[in-house]
C-alpha cells in the first residue's frame, strides 16, 4: 500500500452531504454513491422500539434494558422507508454502494433520475 492511501483512509468521508430526505445519491466530497438506509432495534422480549445508535459501525439501544418491560435482549431491523414516528428511534447508515446496477430501485431514487432519461418524457410532447 502507499503512503498516499493511507493518507485516503485517514481522511474518511461522512458524506455528510448525501441528506437523509433522499434515498441515495452520489457525495459530492467523495464521489462515492450512498444509500440511506435506516435501523432501529426493538425489544426481543416485548417488541417494543428502542432508540437506537450507531457504535462503531453496530447498530444498538442507547440503554441497555428495556423501558417496557426491563428486558436486555434486542433485534435489529431495517426500515424500508422512516416517518416521523421511527425517526426517533432511528438511526441512519450511510452506506457505500460500490456496484450501482443493483441499487436505485425505490421510486423517489427513480423519480430523480427521469431527468436524465429523456425517453420517457416522449408521451407528454
Ligand atoms: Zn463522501
Ligand atoms: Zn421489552
Known amino acids: 500500500m ?3 492511501d493511507l493518507l485516503k483512509l485517514n481522511k474518511k468521508c461522512n458524506h455528510e452531504h448525501v441528506t437523509p430526505d433522499r434515498d441515495c445519491g452520489y457525495c459530492p466530497e467523495c464521489g462515492k454513491f450512498i444509500r440511506n438506509e435506516w ?4 425489544c426481543s422480549c416485548c417488541g417494543m422500539k428502542l432508540k437506537s445508535m450507531n457504535k462503531n459501525n453496530a447498530i444498538i439501544p442507547q440503554h441497555h434494558y428495556c423501558t417496557n418491560c426491563g428486558g436486555e435482549e434486542y433485534i435489529v431491523e431495517k426500515l424500508d422507508q422512516i416517518n416521523f414516528i421511527d425517526i426517533n428511534f432511528a ?3 450511510k452506506q457505500v454502494v460500490e456496484d450501482k446496477k443493483t441499487i436505485c430501485t425505490t421510486t423517489r431514487c427513480w ?3 427521469t431527468d436524465v432519461q429523456p425517453k420517457l418524457l416522449v408521451q407528454y410532447l
Open 91 to 93: 438511526v441512519l447508515v
Open 39 to 42: 435501523y432501529i432495534t426493538r
Open 2 to 4: 502507499f503512503i498516499t
Open 111 to 113: 423519480q430523480e433520475r
